[in-house]
DNA sequence: TAGCTTGGTGTTGTTATGACATAAACTCCA
DNA sequence: TGGAGTTTATGTCATAACAACACCAAGCTA
């Protein structure tokens, strides 16, 4: 062989965009404008620029899908997908991100994509362009287990919220339902998981439930397994 | 920005091959032939060749570096590295794999490495080529995590292992002593861990061992948790 | 003020865990 | 042949974590 016979290609970043929405798991779909896949729905992303670190590109990938500050979400690079062939145009190595966010009133004012909708991950599996069913198949899996042993939970949630919300978050993303008393007294005996602000949320019906922000733990110790038995 | 602002670059795999010897955790390293960093020690890896999948090319350069069959054993992409400045020679993308692997005789009869050997990895640290070092940091820690919640220690072990071979796995690799007793009831009370082939293995002094393969499992539910507060 | 709804705390029986004790199996050697 | 020494395997027990469930608390509405 040559020294030539290196793979000579470009490199893209396609991001897994997950929030919780009106009571289900959604993921951030574009609307192909261009060929291959020309009008199919396809994970936002796009190629990273000479010069630009993998990190940077997926966050101005981001901000150019969302137009929300990237540095401010949780972001996180989570698997690389290059086969051969997995795109048409030639040989794409593709960095996928998983990015979590709050269920905020989004502009997808974005450039590239024609068109940027919120979907719920379980429509949408299985009519995804390229590798993408699998890239989000993957990514929810990832978001699952983070759930266990991280505080990515809190990600999904606005800067103040409830422990019925975070609770929500988690019931939603596993797809089993948890006892809000148990989970409560978990939560509050973790470490730097959350940390009351003082004020309280008052429903239109109920109770008022107390709010809580971040604190400042990463990891979860003990973790939170959701129940695999079941 | 023109289309052709698309970064057009090279993609490499880094392998960090793990395994326990003499009493420690140790990696398998290179000495550069070539230049950058001529003479010093690196990880093993190379470009991947056009046509060439990612998993394919670690599959191969792992096979090139110790003459092993990288299908055989545990062979896991855990990260990706793309600074633009991560290598003097232009812009290269490294896809990092870990591999585990028993402490067998290797050969490492390799054609591109000029040298290759087994180092522990508390001795290594900080003198690695290029941003090895870091690779070689987060190998580690994705390992240690992955003893918690996955089979991964077997791929440490020989077809035939004994508990306690098992438990020097966790605790070489952890950096912490185990309680035989608790260790042995966990392991044993876990589904599809590890099976007893029935032979026994019989020391110089002591009593015989039992004799155990890796079971069907590769989550490992309950996990088995390190003590995080020491 | 009764009734509804949601949030939060207690109680209890069961299971998992950590610390430690003891028995079992083998070799060596007197 | 029968300890002594060494390593593996199993047992015990107090405590901690956990799931399931009862109950109380705090707001609203009627």
Request: proline residues 7%.
């Amino acid at each position: 062989m040559t020294t030539r016979d290196h793979a000579l290609l470009r490199i893209a970043v396609d991001l897994v965009i997950l929030t919780v929405r009106e009571g289900a798991l959604q993921t951030l779909v574009v609307i192909r404008g261009n060929k291959p896949f020309a009008g199919q729905f396809a994970l936002p992303g796009g190629f990273v620029r000479a010069g630009e670190g993998l990190d940077d590109a997926a966050v101005r990938e981001l901000a150019e899908e969302t137009g929300l500050d990237g540095g401010s979400l949780h972001l996180e690079q989570f698997a690389v997908y290059g086969e051969p062939d997995r795109d048409p145009r030639g040989r794409v190595v593709s960095v996928a991100y998983l990015a979590i966010m709050p269920d905020l009133p989004v502009p997808t004012a974005g450039s590239d994509a024609s068109g940027a909708a919120w979907v719920p991950v379980s429509k949408i599996h299985g009519s995804l362009a390229f590798d993408h069913d699998r890239i989000l198949t993957d990514a929810v899996e990832r978001a699952r287990r983070r759930l266990e042993l991280t505080t990515l939970a809190t990600a999904f949630c606005p800067a103040e919220f409830t422990i019925g919300d975070l609770r929500s978050v988690y019931e939603v993303v596993w797809g089993e339902s948890l006892d809000p008393r148990n989970f409560s007294r978990k939560v509050i005996n973790t470490e730097k998981f959350i940390e009351p602000t003082g004020a309280k949320r008052i429903p239109p019906t109920g109770r008022p439930a107390a709010l809580y922000r971040a604190g400042g733990a990463t990891t979860l110790n003990p973790p939170i397994m959701r129940n695999r038995s079941r």
